[in-house]
């Protein structure tokens, strides 16, 4: 019998496959937390990091075989993948990978364990072959060791040129860091996180720190901190106003708690989604932090039931997710050449209506997870352009390391991290 650990896996690369749920809802929906905090830690490696090195791993599988390998069953493959990835890239113990892959594929075709056995030995002796050459060939380095599916290797060498997009690709190759921010009602918080044996050090969001050892999760269960990545705490940062503020397209909810946080004992936070499933997360996230200023609404944000304005209103809108492939790599795979025009396209509807709410003289922050101008520029601009009311605000001076111009524009290959676009705007008194 294959481990827990390895068995979870298998089955979470199958749920997260084409148009079953994300990664994180497909790891949400495992036993992990019948594990222990060992197994957990490498459930997700082998989740996460089979997926992000996928390309590689069918390139190298694929010099192994005579037949094309996308005409195994997606289970055999996807046990191929796990075995291939733990040979390649986990100090693991070769007798360990194959058998256990072995195992996984005979619980799921007992007549393909054969294959695995064969394929994996073969590995295990050879190796795999040398990486394409990069400077040659930018394109089939992307799409092998890259691991880029090819519409999106060939769209950010057009768009970004070679150099751009191999730095690119090489930063979301690479685990993202862990960054959390602490609960402020609980003075005693960073305490606790080193009695708990979590190092840590500040980031440059004010607020934000860099976990360097250790792992939160228990404390994140107990409402001691909140782990979110650099970039969603900065967007939250930038859309900090006095009075009252409105996050739009609040789920999962970490920027709606940044913003309670910050608002002092006169504001208030109105977090608002349209997913009822959703809403109920983030009323069990309020009741775990003890955000008593925050309220939750079940709303559309194309029509907003609210008739006062807002100080601020924060759209992070729904996007493609092409910023954060090194967090989600599912989105490697599930993406469609399609998804950033046709994401625009509400994004656009979207900044129309939540508009409306912002008071004279308060702020819109816009902001997407996306690195594509469809969804960046693409709306932002053509919104100013066609609402003289509003014009750029000026961004704050801890964030100039993150500017690209009048706006925020995270880069996987330099900051590490989710990579963010945001825009800070103001309505003219």
């Known amino acids: 019998m294959p481990t827990p650990a390895r068995r979870l896996a298998h089955a979470v690369l199958f749920r997260a496959r084409g148009g079953g749920p994300t990664l994180a809802e497909a790891l949400a929906e495992t036993e992990k937390e019948r594990l222990s905090t060992q197994d957990r830690a490498l459930l997700h490696e082998l989740v996460h990091g089979t997926l992000r090195r996928q390309g590689w791993l069918d390139h190298v599988l694929q010099g192994l075989v005579t037949r094309p390998l996308d005409r195994s069953p997606p289970p055999l493959l996807d046990a191929l993948r796990l075995g291939a990835y733990q040979l390649l890239f986990l100090r693991v113990p070769d007798h360990a990978a194959v058998s256990e892959s072995v195992s996984l594929a005979r619980s799921v075709d007992p007549r393909g364990a054969g294959f695995v056995n064969a394929v994996l030995r073969r590995l295990q002796r050879e190796g795999p072959p ?3 050459d990069p400077d040659r060939d930018p394109l089939h380095w992307l799409t092998t060791a890259g691991s880029l599916p090819r519409w999106l290797a060939a769209r950010w060498l057009e768009r970004c040129g070679a150099a751009e997009a191999l730095a690119r690709a ?47 999760g228990d404390l994140a269960a107990r409402g001691v901190l909140h782990v979110q990545d650099e970039g969603s705490q900065l967007v939250a940062a930038l859309a900090a106003h006095p009075g009252r503020v ?6 999962p909810g970490g920027k709606s708690l940044l913003l ?8 208030r936070t109105v977090a608002t989604d349209v997913s009822l499933r959703r809403v109920r997360t983030l009323v069990e996230m309020r ?17 907003m039931p609210f008739r006062r304005t807002f100080g601020a209103v924060l759209l992070d809108a729904p996007c493609s997710g092409l910023g954060t492939l090194a967090r989600h790599p599912d989105i490697r795979w599930r993406a469609r050449p399609g998804d950033p025009g046709r994401h625009a396209q509400k994004q656009r509807r979207l900044i129309e209506a939540v508009s409306s709410l912002v008071e004279i003289g308060g702020r819109l922050v816009y ?14 601009e053509p919104f100013l352009r066609g609402h003289p009311g509003f014009e750029i605000e000026e961004l704050p001076s801890w964030s100039e390391r993150f500017a690209s111009g009048p706006f925020v524009r995270m880069s996987p290959a330099r900051d590490r ?6 825009a800070r705007l103001r309505r003219r008194g």
Do not use: K, M, Y
Not at 246 to 251: G, Q, S, T, V
């Open 170 to 216: 090489r930063a979301l190759l690479q685990p993202p860091p862990v960054c959390v921010h602490f609960n402020p009602a609980i003075p005693d918080a960073p305490s606790r996180a080193t009695a708990a044996g979590l190092e840590a050090r500040p980031a440059t969001v004010p607020g934000a720190w860099e976990v360097t050892r250790g792992r939160p």
């Open 287 to 303: 009741s775990r932090w003890g955000a008593s200023r925050l309220d939750i609404v079940a709303a559309d944000a194309l029509a």
């Open 246 to 251: 409105l996050d739009a397209c609040a789920a």
């Open 417 to 422: 991290g989710d990579s963010f676009f945001a």
């Open 130 to 132: 040398p990486e394409p």
């Open 367 to 380: 902001a997407t997870c996306s690195v594509e101008d469809e969804e960046t520029l693409g709306v932002v």
């Open 260 to 267: 309670s946080d910050r608002l002092g004992t006169g504001g």
